[in-house]
């Protein structure tokens, strides 16, 4: 029977201090180390590193100072969902210093809201959700999604983590197929791939959903679309990267279900705790081209029982762990810690008319 405790039981509990957040989630924060490592190399990020002059639109700049969180500068298209994005993310920023029971360094950074921060590989000193392993000045932060993805088949965090563990079936009435539900033009080489190696194939449900702009689908595939707590209800779950990560890879994690992943090329903060193989094992890695997708789906489904213990491994290490709520305030506040540690202190006052004023704008009245 798969077990139901309330999400306040270590899933939502944001006041917790960094020797509990590195006790219960160890190894969370390698990402951050290793920027650590690099920028302490190079010297301490200086302002004029941060600045946004190079980055056309999809980013902010923003300041914690004193306890509280400022918007330096914003580039956003005002309409899309950058701005949503945005929001998102400077909700979860404000989350973790309005209720961190310690104080937090006066910091100032900037943090991209696009798939791809640099598409240029340029080399900015940005906080991003994802990076390629030539992007190694970027640092890695919690994606939009663990806020809210505003979309009627997705929503907001921990509102999906509920559905999904309330409508959890047991191992062995989940549908002994892969599933995959996404849209083929984000990466038409890799996800085109997938419908050629699923096609006709009795293991496999694999549909392309088209979308008629960022939050509708298109009315011929409509019927395909599958909100993601439903997804769930598969034994097996593909996951595909889009023209740069796909943040559906969280979301699949927290199913009691294995997820079934090709080689991947953008990193994300939690992918150094996938394990391929071996008696921790917790998802299955593929080929990008799937060659061997039937061959790894069929080994799963004529060994049940390592099947299944995969997937308990992956509830153990993501769903009830490294990407509970709980662990992404203790992501945030350990990115505040160690970036204060290697960059210049903020100014936080500008003269205004021939007085002292802040900068920025503050959260509060930003939203």
Same mark, same amino acid.
């Given at each position: 029977?798969?077990?139901?405790?309330?999400?306040?039981?270590?899933?939502?509990?944001?006041?917790?201090?960094?020797?509990?957040?590195?006790? *219960?989630?160890?190894?969370?924060?390698?990402?951050?180390?290793?920027?650590?490592?690099?920028?302490?190399?190079?010297?301490?990020?200086?302002?004029?590193?941060?600045?946004?002059?190079?980055?056309?639109?999809?980013?902010? #700049?923003?300041?914690?100072?004193?306890?509280?969180?400022?918007?330096?500068?914003?580039?956003?298209?005002?309409?899309?969902?950058?701005?949503? @994005? !945005?929001?998102?993310?400077?909700?979860?920023?404000?989350?973790?210093?309005?209720?961190?029971?310690?104080?937090?360094?006066?910091?100032?950074?900037?943090?991209? %809201?696009? +798939?791809? !921060?640099? %598409?240029?590989?340029?080399?900015?000193?940005?906080?991003?959700?994802?990076?390629?392993?030539?992007?190694?000045?970027?640092?890695? =932060?919690?994606?939009?999604?663990?806020?809210? $993805?505003?979309?009627?088949?997705?929503?907001?965090?921990?509102?999906?983590?509920?559905?999904?563990?309330?409508?959890?079936?047991?191992? +062995?009435?989940?549908?002994?197929?892969?599933?995959?539900?996404?849209?083929?033009?984000?990466?038409?080489?890799?996800?085109?791939?997938? =419908?050629?190696?699923? #096609?006709?194939?009795? $293991?496999?449900?694999?549909?392309?959903?088209? $979308?008629?702009?960022?939050? +509708?689908?298109?009315?011929?595939?409509?019927?395909?679309?599958?909100?993601? !707590?439903?997804?769930?209800?598969?034994?097996?779950?593909?996951?595909?990267?889009?023209?740069?990560?796909?943040? #559906?890879? *969280?979301?699949?994690?927290?199913?009691?279900?294995?997820?079934?992943?090709?080689?991947?090329?953008?990193?994300?903060?939690?992918?150094?705790?996938?394990?391929?193989?071996?008696?921790?094992?917790?998802? %299955?890695?593929?080929?990008?081209?799937?060659?061997?997708?039937?061959?790894?789906?069929?080994?799963?489904?004529?060994?049940?029982?390592?099947?299944? !213990?995969? =997937?308990?491994?992956?509830?153990?290490?993501?769903?009830?762990?490294?990407?509970?709520?709980?662990?992404?305030?203790?992501?945030?506040?350990?990115?505040?810690?160690?970036?204060?540690?290697?960059?210049?202190?903020?100014?936080?006052?500008?003269?205004?008319?021939?007085?002292?004023?802040? @900068?920025?704008?503050?959260?509060?009245?930003?939203?």
């Amino acid at each position: 029977m798969i077990d139901r405790p309330s999400l306040a039981a270590y899933g939502s509990n944001y006041g917790v201090f960094p020797t509990e957040c590195n006790s *219960k989630f160890l190894g969370l924060f390698k990402e951050i180390e290793r920027s650590v490592t690099r920028q302490k190399g190079l010297g301490k990020v200086s302002p004029s590193a941060i600045d946004l002059s190079w980055k056309t639109y999809g980013a902010v #700049r923003a300041m914690i100072y004193n306890q509280k969180l400022f918007i330096i500068e914003e580039k956003l298209d005002g309409k899309g969902y950058h701005s949503t @994005r !945005a929001l998102a993310i400077l909700h979860q920023l404000n989350r973790a210093v309005t209720t961190s029971l310690f104080l937090l360094p006066n910091i100032e950074f900037s943090f991209a %809201v696009d +798939d791809i !921060a640099d %598409v240029s590989h340029a080399h900015h000193t940005i906080w991003a959700f994802s990076r390629l392993a030539i992007d190694d000045e970027i640092w890695l =932060m919690p994606d939009f999604g663990y806020w809210s $993805w505003p979309l009627e088949l997705v929503g907001e965090y921990d509102q999906i983590r509920a559905a999904m563990r309330e409508n959890e079936v047991e191992w +062995d009435k989940k549908i002994s197929k892969a599933l995959w539900r996404g849209a083929l033009k984000t990466n038409k080489q890799v996800r085109g791939a997938l =419908m050629r190696a699923t #096609r006709g194939k009795e $293991w496999a449900d694999v549909e392309e959903v088209t $979308w008629k702009n960022m939050t +509708d689908v298109t009315g011929g595939s409509a019927a395909a679309a599958l909100p993601i !707590a439903e997804h769930c209800a598969y034994k097996f779950l593909i996951h595909t990267e889009g023209h740069g990560y796909s943040g #559906r890879g *969280k979301y699949l994690l927290n199913c009691a279900s294995i997820v079934i992943m090709h080689k991947a090329q953008w990193i994300e903060p939690h992918h150094h705790l996938l394990v391929r193989a071996g008696p921790h094992q917790n998802f %299955v890695e593929v080929e990008r081209d799937f060659s061997d997708l039937e061959e790894k789906v069929e080994e799963l489904l004529q060994h049940p029982q390592r099947a299944e !213990a995969i =997937m308990n491994n992956s509830m153990a290490v993501f769903r009830d762990g490294y990407l509970t709520p709980t662990a992404q305030v203790c992501y945030w506040r350990q990115l505040f810690l160690e970036w204060a540690g290697v960059s210049s202190p903020p100014d936080p006052w500008e003269v205004v008319d021939g007085k002292n004023s802040l @900068r920025g704008t503050p959260f509060e009245t930003f939203v």
